[in-house]
């Protein structure tokens, strides 16, 4: 797999390696979080989300990590496919009637 | 695919126009939103109404109207519009505005010539 630092507008992996994107986000009192990918003309479709209570979400080859000591936030995409290809965007609920707040993406590009 | 339509695809308007654009849900849920999205930037959200009565206004101008007529339907009203108001607006809806998945149309593409 690879690992990112935070921010980075692109991430470049081979096909069929793992992925891992890198979210930091800013308010300690957010207790919700969703991941979304955004394919090109497309709106923001949901992947997988987790609440402040857990740690870690699996899903269908993602997972979703939660390290609320440092306000980290990480996707993990198994076996990258040539459709993963996307800009991913993390986004956090801060309670009360809020809408999310979205962190800035990053453009996941797929090597053959 | 999303549940959330919304009409139309693509619309360019003058600055002098007055249009409209269309979102609807089918699925009970009683919080819908409106959200800009510019090119390579994240969606940055310009309202939210609940239960039919709006919420959250983040200081959108005015040239920017939202209608919501009932639970299933948001519409959001342009009139004189600037062309830096060109971007995707993008419907959403979740079951409440507090702390629910926000599940997102496809958008409108706006153009102001």
């Known amino acids: 797999g690879e690992s990112v630092g935070l921010h980075l507008p692109t991430l470049s992996v081979q096909e069929g390696d793992n992925s891992i994107i890198n979210c930091a986000y800013s308010?300690?009192?957010?207790?919700?979080f969703i991941w979304y990918k955004q394919e090109s003309g497309k709106g923001p479709q949901f992947i997988i989300d987790?609440?402040?209570?857990?740690d870690k979400r699996q899903g269908q080859r993602v997972t979703v990590l939660l390290n609320k000591t440092v306000k980290h936030l990480s996707l993990q995409i198994a076996a990258t496919q040539p459709g993963d290809s996307a800009v991913y965007f993390c986004?956090?609920?801060?309670?009360?009637?809020?809408?999310?707040?979205f962190g800035k993406g990053t453009h996941l590009i797929i090597q053959p | 695919d999303t549940e959330v339509t919304q009409t139309p695809k693509h619309l360019v308007m003058g600055m002098t126009n007055k249009k409209s654009l269309k979102c609807e849900q089918h699925?009970?849920?009683?919080?819908m939103y409106w959200y800009k999205q510019k090119a390579k930037k994240p969606p940055e959200l310009m309202f939210v109404?609940?239960?039919?009565?709006?919420?959250i206004n983040e200081s959108v101008p005015s040239r920017f109207s939202p209608e919501c007529p009932n639970s299933s339907l948001l519409n959001l009203h342009l009139h004189a519009l600037q062309p830096e108001d060109s971007a995707l607006y993008l419907c959403?809806?979740?079951?409440?505005?507090?702390?629910?998945?926000?599940?997102f149309g496809e958008g409108s593409w706006l153009t102001v010539v």
């Open positions: 959403a809806s979740s079951w409440t505005d507090s702390g629910n998945t926000i599940y």
């Open positions: 308010n300690s009192a957010s207790d919700y």
């Open positions: 987790i609440r402040s209570n857990m």
């Open positions: 986004a956090e609920y801060r309670g009360g009637a809020d809408g999310l707040t």
């Open positions: 699925m009970g849920h009683r919080a």
């Open positions: 109404y609940s239960y039919e009565k709006l919420s």
